[in-house]
């Protein structure tokens, strides 16, 4: 016998609840045969809130037991064992795998190789312009964030406003190999600073706190990944300085 389950979501002419639409297609994925009930005005939205003494739409049912909203349905199933707060390195990990394949893709198109030395170049810059990108979506909360442990951040505040348009203006100059005479001491600076303060703050000062890596959209660590981070532009700055451009 299939498996039933009552969904009460949003469907009006000017709104369509996405999470009903994602509690829906989530229910059938788990063999659910979902009766799919209608909230088409906001008269019919409010009544039902207050008879069930909920806040929010959609709301789920199954076995006569309220499951609740979305995120409700997706822990019941399983799918969302992290709680508010919980660190992760998913959004660096993410921006490092698209940097690479976006290098490797480069690399075949241009050289018919996914592997060259360019590879390790656009990595770097690949990763290092996303990362900017990141941190430019919201300069002021970057700013707050990192002059939390930047050491020159915390002694210079316009620095933590500067430091994403400096990134992203050495990431693009390394992708092109385009004046190096800037992009080089700007990705030393940045990248020498950078790992100096991490440094000092994780290891020294054994400081539990959110990194500023990817401005404020996810809770990374600072630690390993940040001190990779800038020290992967020194190295690539090094890396420039000392090889001949081609």
């Not at 002059?147 to 992708?175: I, K, Q, S």
Request: with cysteine.
């Amino acid at each position: 016998m299939a498996k039933t389950a009552q969904l009460y979501r949003m469907v009006m002419d000017k709104h369509v609840c996405p999470y009903g639409i994602k509690s829906k297609w989530l229910l059938k994925r788990e063999g659910f045969k979902v009766e799919d009930n209608h909230l088409t005005t906001r008269e019919m939205t409010d009544a039902f809130k207050e008879g069930h003494g909920v806040e929010t739409t959609p709301q789920t049912f199954i076995d006569g037991q309220r499951i609740g909203g979305y995120t409700d349905l997706r822990k019941h199933f399983g799918y969302d064992k992290s709680k508010p707060g919980d660190k992760s390195y998913t959004p660096v990990l993410a921006v490092f795998a698209v940097g690479a394949a976006l290098a490797v893709a480069l690399s075949f198109f241009v050289y018919d190789a996914p592997f060259t030395i360019r590879t390790g170049e656009w990595f770097v810059a690949f990763s290092m312009a996303m990362l900017a990108m990141l941190k430019l979506q919201d300069v002021e909360q970057f700013s707050s964030m990192f002059v939390g442990y930047d050491l020159l951040g915390r002694r210079w505040v316009p620095y933590a406003y500067a430091y994403p348009f400096l990134e992203a203006t050495a990431a693009v100059l390394m992708a092109g190999r385009i004046l190096p005479w800037l992009s080089i001491p700007i990705a030393l600076f940045i990248g020498t600073v950078g790992a100096v303060s991490v440094f000092y703050a994780v290891y020294i000062q054994k400081r539990d706190i959110k990194c500023a890596c990817v401005g404020g959209s996810g809770n990374v660590p600072l630690g390993f990944v940040s001190l990779t981070e800038n020290l992967a532009m020194v190295g690539m700055g090094i890396w420039m300085l000392l090889r001949p451009i081609v």
